[in-house]
């Protein structure tokens, strides 16, 4: 059971440390010492990236605005992070009167450690930089940060005002509707790995030299755009558009409680984000990376810990970018994505990649033995190939000429007006 | 005008949820506040409540000498403070028949094209703002910036100028003001066609503002709408062509105006009219002559012969008028002001109904309203 649950024992360096190897069994020291070793190192990291994440957001923000940004605390407000911790750790600890003490209270932990939780699969290297390899993983984050939704809901609900209220209940169709959509765009990605254990997928990425992105173009997008949805980012932070809802479901809460729910926000985006890179972007896999360091070296794992923090910054600074770019979707315009083109587009994509695959072994192109797949170098011509020429655009126009006459769901019967106008003079 | 009589009692049994938006919201510009009766998130009815910045300006003006009732209308509509002064000034003048000089006439015209400009960067800062594209927001307060350093050079204050005196300017163009104006003017097109990328073509902007608050041109003339929410539902109607004021008449510029009154083609009719201000004060530039600022005539006390009298000008968000009654003393028996503002909003509940809390705020956005013109 430990075996399975902690797949990469502790790393030799380690369990070789004089003290640990005079004093502690090698057996507890591979599943149980290690592991916290890694958990706490884990906690520690992400939860300090998370902090600086807001301060990239807000100089990022800065720079597309023309602006300066924080550049008071510390040197070019390094310590910015800091001083906004400690002033929400030293805010009153307000609860309103007529709120559901325990529900609030409860609301933002749930939120919290739903999206701590789902950091436990995530592989962040090769070989021992993971903590666990389990081999439902993917099925696992979904599952787990789809919990994270439960916290929003109670969270508004228990706030008892009516902001929160109308911010909770978007949040819950948001989350459900996009959390479908992420979940049948990950399926074509997982008929290449053949495998949801997310450690797996990046080592056959790396036995067939690839990243999954260019097997699957569409797949990544739609994942990308849910992903962003499913955090409540702009351009669908509907649940918390401050324009409207003034805060949406935290509008109540302040102070740690507050930043409780931040921190899990923006937990949430590294979490999509690092997904997002294992599963399409080839996780820790570079290609060239074996030739420079041994493979299972120290320095191996190091520098594939460093590629795949590059991948994920990357696509972080991409979520910083739309957000500061876009308007905000309407409540009816982002369901209307979702059911309308994110959906039938993951269907599509599953259907057409199925289809190509069983093709390609028709024609002798790919090779699928021992669950696994070879591929031949005319089988990734004709993958990549039919990916982008065919299943794209042919996604596209079906969906445009499908969704042409479908009603809006704006309620107010409005004439369809032409989109390109001329203000005369 | 409502259904919506009493919203505070609690015993009203009714499915639908009232939300109470504003007077603190973020996005209600001021302390409008709107209660909305909601079936889901679809609005089906609304009422606004307005009042809440109420200062009885009107009843202040009627104790108060001419000369120092000015100041007064900077505060009506702060973000087009020159306008307003602009308006209270030229009713005075109106009254007491008094012949403006040329020069006097073309800074005014530079002047009050300059606070249009700023106005309506305030707004599509805010309506960008309003549904989310917090970017463009920072983008025009940028060039805003340089407008209120531009007005606080010219009259030592960047928000309630009191730009101008019965009778003309207190102060002449200081050193250099065509030279910043034009080279602002130089600079502005580009910075219109940054908003427009962000902006015009933009699928979510598309889908967040055609089709939404939709009013016909009758309808806006019954509710008496002026300024762009006129001109978009395609009426061409200008003051500044209809019955010219200062040297309008002098200066070439057109009118845009929409066709289909919606909040695309109010947006679209705001950024043409930006780049006509831009126009006229290029030419005002051009022709700026020489001169006398203030009218020698103008009287030390004001003293307006016994009448009535009413003025009006295009101010940025529309229609600026005020109706004076003088008994012939030093302070008005009576002036009241038609705010274009306060007209405006009465449209907000036809334009609304049917539509989502989301819309909402975009409308209220889109009319372009200023509470302390509202209010008064």
């Not at chain 1, 591929?375 to 655009?393: D, E, K, N, Q, R």
Request: proline share 5%; with cysteine.
């Amino acid at each position: 059971m430990l075996e399975y649950l902690f797949f990469f024992t502790a790393p030799t360096w380690f369990s070789s440390l004089p003290i640990l190897k005079d004093y502690i069994d090698p057996m507890v020291l591979d599943y149980l010492v290690w592991p916290l070793v890694q958990i706490g190192l884990l906690l520690f990291v992400v939860l300090t990236l998370v902090a600086y994440l807001t301060l990239a957001e807000r100089k990022i923000s800065a720079w597309i605005q023309v602006r300066i940004g924080p550049n008071r605390v510390g040197p070019e407000g390094l310590l910015q992070p800091l001083a906004d911790g400690i002033k929400l750790l030293l805010k009153e600890d307000l609860i309103p009167l007529k709120a559901d003490r325990e529900v609030f209270i409860i609301a933002p932990i749930i939120a919290m450690v739903a999206a701590l939780v789902a950091l436990a699969v995530i592989p962040w290297g090769a070989a021992w930089a993971t903590i666990s390899n389990i081999d439902i993983g993917l099925l696992f984050i979904l599952a787990v940060s789809s919990l994270g939704v439960l916290g929003i809901i109670l969270g508004g609900w228990a706030s008892n005002s009516k902001y929160s209220l109308l911010g909770a209940l978007r949040s819950a169709a948001q989350m459900v509707s996009y959390e479908v959509a992420m979940g049948l765009a990950l399926i074509g990605a997982l008929m290449f790995t053949k495998t949801l254990a997310l450690q797996d997928m990046v080592i056959t990425q790396e036995r067939l030299h690839i990243w999954n992105i260019l097997f699957q173009p569409l797949g990544f997008l739609i994942y990308l755009i849910s992903g962003i949805a499913e955090t409540n980012r702009a351009p669908f932070d509907l649940p918390e558009a401050e324009s409207e809802l003034v805060a949406g479901y935290h509008t109540e809460y302040s102070g740690f409680r507050f930043s409780l729910f931040f921190i899990a926000e923006y937990a949430n985006m590294l979490i999509v984000s690092a997904i997002a890179v294992t599963v399409f972007l080839g996780g820790w896999y570079l290609p060239g990376l074996s030739y420079l360091f041994t493979p299972g070296s120290t320095f191996f794992v190091l520098a594939s810990i460093g590629v795949f923090g590059l991948k994920t910054l990357a696509l972080l600074y991409l979520f910083f970018w739309i957000r500061w770019s876009l308007p905000r979707y309407r409540y009816d315009q982002l369901m209307e994505l979702s059911w309308k083109w994110m959906i039938p587009a993951a269907l599509a994509n599953i259907m057409l990649t199925a289809t190509f695959l069983v093709l390609g072994q028709e024609l002798a192109l790919i090779v699928s033995q021992n669950n696994m797949l070879e591929i031949s170098t005319l089988g990734y011509v004709f993958l990549i190939s039919t990916a982008f020429i065919v299943t794209v655009p042919l996604t596209w126009i079906m969906l445009g000429q499908i969704n042409k006459n479908s009603r809006d769901f704006n309620l107010r019967e409005v004439q369809p007006l032409p989109m390109n106008r001329t203000i005369n003079k | 005008m409502t259904e919506i009589t009493d919203i505070t009692h609690p015993e009203i049994d009714t499915n639908e949820m009232i939300l109470n938006m504003g007077p603190q919201h973020p996005s209600t510009h001021g302390v409008l506040r709107v209660a909305l009766k909601l079936d889901g998130e679809v609005v089906t009815d609304l009422d606004c409540d307005i009042g809440y910045l109420h200062r009885g300006v009107e009843k202040i003006c009627e104790h108060r000498n001419y000369q120092m009732i000015a100041p007064y209308f900077d505060r009506t509509d702060y973000i087009a403070a020159v306008s307003n002064g602009l308006c209270y000034v030229e009713t005075i003048e109106k009254a007491l028949a008094l012949e403006i000089p040329l020069r006097a006439q073309y800074l005014r015209v530079i002047l009050t094209e300059l606070n249009r400009l700023s106005s309506h960067l305030l707004w599509l800062a805010t309506h960008a703002l309003d549904i989310g594209a917090v970017t463009v927001f920072l983008w025009a307060f940028r060039e805003r910036e340089e407008l209120l350093k531009i007005f606080e050079n010219f009259f030592g204050a960047r928000l309630t100028c009191h730009a101008f005196r019965i009778g003309g300017m207190t102060y002449d163009a200081y050193d250099g003001f065509q030279a910043e104006v034009k080279d602002f003017c130089d600079r502005f097109p580009k910075r219109l066609e940054e908003y427009e990328t962000l902006l015009n073509t933009n699928r979510i902007w598309l889908s967040r503002t055609v089709g939404i608050g939709i009013i016909s041109a009758d309808a806006a003339i019954d509710i008496g709408l002026t300024g762009p929410p006129l001109r978009g539902s395609g009426v061409e109607w200008d003051i500044r062509k209809a019955h010219p004021y200062e040297c309008y008449a002098d200066l070439e510029f057109d009118i845009p105006y929409g066709e289909n009154g919606d909040t695309y083609d109010r947006y679209l009719v705001r950024m043409e009219e930006m780049r006509q201000s831009r126009r006229i004060i290029l030419q005002a530039l051009e022709k700026l002559p020489d001169g006398p600022i203030m009218a020698p005539k103008a009287p030390k006390v004001v003293k307006p012969s016994i009448g009535e009298y009413y003025h009006s000008i295009e101010s940025p968000k529309g229609e600026l008028g005020i109706y004076l009654v003088s008994d012939g003393s030093t302070q008005p028996t009576r002036l009241r002001i038609r705010p274009p503002s306060f007209i405006n909003l009465q449209a907000l509940r036809q334009m609304s109904i049917g539509h989502l809390v989301a819309d909402v705020v975009a409308i209220i956005g889109t009319l372009d309203i200023v509470l302390g013109e509202i209010d008064r």
